[in-house]
């Protein structure tokens, strides 16, 4: 069982900052690949980046590419997406996501097993 609870998000104006964190729960964390997701009001849930069980591997959608950086911390069970040169279009809730059953993870949320309640972030212009 891994029990997920992020933090972070917030208001900010475009072209700022924002670091999420999710603080993870359950001894099979570090074994687990982690995800972002999304969901902006009226749209599905998408991809924003994934990171291999030891940080090794990352990808990210291309809409974030360059701009987004995920890291974790096995010793503090701590997923982290930092968010730089935000845009109006990146207001959403973001989730994040745990696949205990794979090293590398995916782009693909029905291939996570569990997920934190959200964090909302909201960029104005």
């Given at each position: 069982?891994v029990r997920l609870v992020e933090s972070g998000g917030g208001l900010v104006q475009a072209?700022?900052?924002?670091?999420?964190?999710?603080?993870?729960?359950?001894?099979?964390?570090?074994?687990?690949?982690?995800?972002?997701?999304?969901?902006?009001?009226?749209?599905?849930?998408?991809?924003?980046?994934?990171?291999?069980?030891?940080?090794?591997?990352?990808?990210?959608?291309?809409?974030?590419?360059?701009?987004?950086?995920?890291?974790?911390?096995?010793?503090?069970?701590?997923?982290?997406?930092?968010?730089?040169?935000?845009?109006?279009?990146?207001?959403?809730?973001?989730?994040?996501?745990?696949?205990?059953?794979?090293?590398?993870?995916?782009?693909?949320?029905?291939?996570?097993?569990?997920?934190?309640?959200?964090?909302?972030?909201?960029v104005s212009s």
């Amino acid at each position: 069982q891994v029990r997920l609870v992020e933090s972070g998000g917030g208001l900010v104006q475009a072209g700022g900052s924002l670091r999420l964190s999710c603080a993870a729960s359950g001894r099979t964390f570090s074994n687990a690949a982690m995800g972002w997701f999304r969901q902006a009001p009226g749209k599905e849930r998408e991809f924003v980046a994934r990171i291999s069980w030891n940080g090794g591997q990352t990808a990210y959608a291309d809409s974030v590419k360059g701009r987004f950086t995920i890291s974790r911390d096995n010793a503090k069970n701590t997923v982290y997406l930092q968010m730089n040169s935000l845009k109006p279009e990146d207001t959403a809730v973001y989730y994040c996501a745990a696949d205990i059953s794979a090293a590398y993870g995916s782009a693909w949320s029905d291939d996570y097993d569990y997920w934190g309640q959200g964090t909302r972030v909201t960029v104005s212009s």
